[in-house]
């Protein structure tokens, strides 16, 4: 029979304005537990019942807490033997980070296992929420709905939901299992799955990824419908078909490792049967590190496709459609104290443009190279780099090249400037496997390769500056304004080089890097004849307290004393004094930096070249760049890109690359991004040069839920690599409070 409400029974009545809190008194011994007992069962009301040793009843503002949970509702009974809370009337239940409620529950307290009716639930570490028909809870951190949906979005904002004839959740293992979902959006289904595992927050899961949706104007509609797999923390694999409407299907493949010593990536595409070529295509790519320890490391590089327009005609990235030298090598490379070696073995596969073909690169097999250098040896600075390579070509000459160069200089430096004389010798031996092959020397005139021959050079330098300094104004701040002339004269005695082959040489770019080396070629095979002076001059506008360069003035020419006559494919320099060079960048304004260069040639009296590069960017989401770019007789180019807000949360994105020597579009970019907070939608249209003649349309349209997924095509590696600053506007998740919910 119950008991009447009184204090001889263990309860007690609070006034409806300050309800207390009720422990089950030792007049209920079965609830107090021993000190190793089972926990403590809390309960409080604004009436409160009960059978001693059996069950407790509840009604007005009841809450049951228990460690780690807490029941409210209007009416509760509590049975004591199998610790079980059945509530009714605005049941509310809440663990840790997370809540529920519905008209009706049943729940074991220990177990946190039992049932909802219609409840609509919140997580609020994953920050997600939705409702139910009914709750079955599984235990601490897991439960099953069913006929249930789930959002990110924040409570009033009901935007997408993912529904689903049953959901299961487990927290503990940040895993969300759906059958029969469908996505909606604004209430419009957008895709339907029988089965979709999804992870709770941003770490890595095992499952399907949302499907990628797009058009080309090579392959058509296509489908991509990856599978990532979570395999263990250091590893994981993504398997990625991709159907093109005009081409058939594409299996890929990604596999990812992360060891103590060594990491490194495979992937491999195969494509059977192109639809358009009639041929089956395929791409290998190997990427692997290694640290063997005690200064001894390794990596192999191997990259492999089927046929030369293999990017062309299946990429949508310009990084890759522009690729026409894949490498094979591998390599080891050991490093102590001052000592460094390289040893390696290098290949290429070379993919053609038939209008614009190239030569193939030597292969090299092997090539070891060293560097030492000993600082402060007796006031001196001790240097010597040395390499052997094996050069090898299908219809060129092949041979074998030793290069030694050993160096010491006399670096006399203090706050003011610097004095540094420096000599070495550049000696160098070739072995060639081919005798008979001849070469148009820089005449026209056929002459044969030396079969074995030797270069003997020395090089001696003088390099020479000033660090003046003072306070000055600039833009209306307070600066330090560096004054910083420099000298550096080089001597190369000549000699007939026309006779060696040239594996590895070309004419180096003319820039202020350039004017202050020891030779105007690259590579090894051609060090020029050198009677010159360099004389620079640097200006510098830095914040006195933080050092930070604010703008940077330089301009530079080379005089040379004797003509050069070392060549290799264009012929000698005829003037005495190089072109001018001059360039300006830095921080010019809050948000704006200007970087520019410009070569000017005072014996034709004409501008060779120069750039301009412009940006402003007021802060991260609003960046504009634009870039000329002017070569004579070679380049005239407009490059102008963007990322700027139209309206509230829009932003527009555009690019415009073009050649106006060739009159044609290479790169062009536009599209819009529309962010709502918990979602965001990009369309972005793109088309550029493949090859000579050949273009390609590409068409991105994205969905992006926050913290769930996205469905579409992503155009996001293609935006942050065309437009220079770029920041994508990321959906955020709701925000979640458990006490206004």
Not at 48 to 73: C, F, P, Y
Not at 693 to 719: D, K, W
Request: aromatic share 10%.
């Amino acid at each position: 029979m119950p008991a009447a409400p009184s204090s001889e029974s263990g309860a007690v009545l609070a006034p409806p304005s300050e309800p207390l809190p009720l422990a089950l008194t030792p007049e209920l011994p079965r609830a107090r537990p021993p000190a190793e007992g089972p926990t403590p069962v809390f309960v409080r009301a604004r009436e409160i019942r009960g059978h001693q040793d059996r069950e407790v009843e509840a009604e007005g503002d009841v809450e049951v807490r228990k460690l780690g949970i807490t029941v409210n509702a209007d009416r509760m009974t509590y049975d004591l033997p199998s610790d079980t809370v059945s509530a009714r009337g605005n049941v509310r239940v809440q663990t840790d980070n997370a809540l529920a409620r519905g008209p009706e529950l049943s729940l074991h307290l220990e177990t946190q296992t039992g049932h909802m009716t219609a409840p609509r639930y919140m997580l609020a570490q994953e920050h997600a929420r939705g409702e139910a028909a009914k709750a079955e809870f599984l235990g601490e951190d897991r439960m099953r709905l069913t006929d249930a949906s789930y959002t990110t979005c924040g409570p009033g904002q009901d935007d997408w939901f993912i529904r689903a004839g049953e959901l299961y959740i487990d927290r503990s293992a940040n895993e969300g299992v759906a059958r029969h979902a469908r996505v909606e959006f604004m209430d419009v289904p957008l895709l339907y799955t029988p089965w979709i595992s999804f992870p709770l927050s941003r770490a890595r899961k095992s499952g399907l990824l949302a499907p990628s949706f797009g058009t080309t104007g090579n392959s058509g509609a296509e489908l991509t419908l990856p599978y990532y797999w979570n395999i263990a923390p250091n590893y994981d694999a993504t398997l990625t078909p991709r159907f093109m409407q005009k081409r058939g299907l594409q299996l890929g493949g990604e596999f990812r490792y992360l060891m103590p010593g060594y990491g490194g990536t495979l992937q491999a595409e195969y494509l059977a049967h192109d639809r358009v070529t009639d041929t089956n295509r395929s791409r290998l790519s190997v990427q692997h590190q290694q640290q063997f320890g005690n200064g001894l490391a390794g990596a192999l590089n191997l990259q492999r496709v089927s046929d030369d327009n293999y990017f062309r005609d299946l990429s949508t990235l310009v990084a890759q459609t522009s690729q026409n030298l894949l490498p094979r090598e591998g390599l080891l490379t050991y490093g102590v104290g001052g000592l460094s070696v390289l040893a390696r073995v290098q290949r290429f596969q070379v993919l053609q443009d038939p209008l614009a073909p190239i030569i193939a690169p030597y292969n090299r097999q092997p090539q070891v190279n060293v560097a030492y250098s000993k600082l402060d040896f007796l006031g001196t600075d001790l240097r010597f780099t040395g390499e052997y390579a094996d050069f090898r070509s299908t219809g060129l000459v092949s041979g074998r090249r030793f290069v030694i160069y050993p160096s010491v200089s006399l670096p006399l430096a203090a706050s003011w400037g610097y004095f540094t004389p420096k000599a070495g010798v550049h000696y160098t031996r070739y072995s060639l496997d081919q005798t008979t092959l001849a070469f148009p020397d820089a005449t026209g005139t056929v002459r044969p390769y030396a079969s074995d021959a030797t270069r003997t050079l020395p090089i001696l330098s003088l390099d020479t500056g000033l660090v003046l300094e003072r306070q000055a104004g600039l833009f209306g701040q307070d600066m330090l304004q560096t004054l910083e002339p420099r000298l550096y004269y080089l001597y190369v005695p000549y000699k007939d080089q026309s006779r060696l082959p040239s594996f590895d040489s070309a004419e180096a770019d003319f820039n202020f890097a350039q004017i202050f080396s020891e030779n105007r070629f690259s590579g090894q095979d051609r060090v020029s004849d050198a009677n010159q002076l360099t004389v620079a001059l640097t200006s510098r506008w830095l914040e006195p307290i933080t050092g930070q360069e604010r703008l940077r003035a330089m301009l530079g020419q080379r005089l040379s004393f004797r003509m050069p006559q070392v060549t290799l494919i264009n012929a000698a320099p005829k003037d005495r004094r190089s072109d001018f060079l001059a360039s300006l960048g830095g921080l010019i304004a809050p948000g704006w930096s200007l970087d520019s260069a410009w070569e000017y040639n005072p014996n034709l009296r004409h501008t060779q070249r120069y750039n301009l590069a412009l940006r402003y960017a007021p802060q991260p989401g609003q960046v504009a760049n634009f870039t000329y770019r002017f070569n004579r007789n070679d380049l005239r180019q407009l490059d102008a890109s963007a990322q700027w807000p139209l309206a509230a949360q829009w932003h527009g994105v555009a690019r415009w690359n073009y050649s106006l020597q060739d009159r044609r579009l290479l790169e062009g970019i536009a599209g819009v991004e529309y962010n709502k907070g918990c979602w965001a939608v990009r369309l972005v249209a793109h088309r550029f040069t493949t090859a000579t003649q050949h273009t390609t349309n590409a068409l991105f349209v994205q969905l992006e839920l926050a913290g769930a997924s996205s469905l579409g095509s992503n155009p996001l590696s293609l935006l942050r690599q065309s437009i220079a600053g770029f920041t994508p506007s990321e959906p955020q998740l709701g925000t979640y409070n458990l006490e206004d919910y």
